[in-house]
């Protein structure tokens, strides 16, 4: 990329002071998440204010819950999420503190709150599931979450769940006869549906399903990068022919296919979008979060679970099941061993004293 001219950059700053930036996809809540459980207060207010607003981002779709490893589910491949719909509510419960705590968040309800948000100088704070799991398998869980102020839900991660299949799966499956149920309440609810992370299979039905704009939060081109998380150019096309948004991904995996990328590269998603359903179908998607070191994407595309599980959760908290101590089915359940092995980890239940003892033992294995 050549340097701008004078000229050019101020022009650049001058359209980016203008612009309404929106980041459409946040985690923050995994820095909150592990802030508030040490009793720290504010934690997004303190640790991602100041780079939003250095950075003139006035809002922000922040993904609470879902499916995702996120604090306490854990969806993917063999290790199903725990308790989905109880870790939903109590990242609300956390983001509703957080709110109360800066009150330079502004929670958007409706689509004024962006605007209002702006003139009284605040960020905008949408909140959003990826995945949805916490609705479980009934629609009257997703009409409260809708009265909790979720305004966007990604119908899947990268697994399956009861709407459909994500992207990991592999068999070919799209969305639910309860998926497109789903889709029809997040309609009329004005809840925007999210096809980051699904199936291709299920990202055409939803597509061809939903009677509003769908959006990809967080999906760049496959033409570019071939990784199955990306969007086809046909997906594309038809996501923007119904006034959907793709959200261009910041990852490094997803710009280029490896660990390092460019901002050329990053760049090249966003001039083939443009290129092919026309500008106002792309934005921004950074997938922002904070403490996920730049191999856990890889960790989790190669399926270390373990490793993985070791990120995501304390040490403390998990312990390993040997596949002699498994076979034997020992009374007591899991033992720890030095050696974690994979696919047999199991989290231990916070309450129970026996589990934190083996987790300390595991914490020293
Ligand atoms: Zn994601």
Request: glycine share 12%; aromatic share 8%; proline share 4%.
């Amino acid at each position: 990329m050549r340097a701008l001219s004078g000229a050019e950059e101020e022009r650049a700053r001058r359209l980016h002071a203008e612009a309404f930036v929106f980041a459409g996809h946040t985690d923050f809540i995994a820095g909150v998440s592990e802030g508030r459980s040490r009793g720290e207060k504010g934690v997004a207010g303190r640790r991602q204010l100041p780079l939003l607003r250095a950075g003139g981002v006035k809002a922000v779709c922040e993904h609470v819950a879902g499916d995702t490893p996120y604090f306490s589910t854990f969806a993917f491949r063999n290790i199903r999420p725990l308790q989905p719909t109880k870790f939903a509510l109590q990242a609300l419960d956390y983001w509703y503190s957080e709110l109360e705590e800066t009150p330079d968040w502004q929670l958007v309800l409706e689509a004024g709150d962006f605007r209002r948000a702006e003139r009284a100088g605040k960020v905008a704070v949408v909140f959003g599931f990826e995945g949805a799991m916490p609705v479980d398998d009934d629609l009257g869980l997703l009409r409260m979450f809708h009265r909790l102020g979720i305004r966007s839900i990604g119908l899947t991660w990268n697994g399956r769940n009861l709407l459909g299949d994500g992207v990991s799966v592999g068999a070919g499956g799209g969305l639910t006869t309860f998926g497109k149920a789903a889709i029809a309440e997040l309609n009329r609810l004005g809840i925007v549906i999210d096809v980051s992370h699904m199936s291709d299979e299920g990202t055409r039905d939803a597509i061809e399903t939903s009677a509003m704009p769908i959006i990809a939060s967080h999906s760049n081109a496959r033409a570019l990068c071939a990784h199955p998380r990306n969007l086809t150019d046909d997906l594309a096309r038809g996501l923007a022919e119904r006034g959907g948004v793709i959200g261009v991904h910041m990852l490094n995996m997803f710009i280029s296919g490896s660990n390092t990328a460019t901002l050329d590269q990053f760049l090249d998603h966003i001039d083939h979008f443009v290129r092919l359903v026309g500008p106002e179908h792309v934005g921004l998607g950074p997938d922002c979060m904070e403490q996920w070191p730049g191999d856990v994407y890889k960790t989790l595309w190669t399926g270390t679970e373990a490793q993985a599980l070791q990120f995501h959760y304390p040490r403390s908290s998990i312990r390993w099941r040997s596949a002699s101590t498994s076979r034997a089915g020992s009374s007591r359940g899991a033992t720890t061993t030095r050696r974690p092995v994979r696919s047999s980890a199991t989290i231990c239940c916070a309450s129970s004293s026996r589990c934190s003892e083996d987790g300390r033992d595991a914490a020293r294995g």
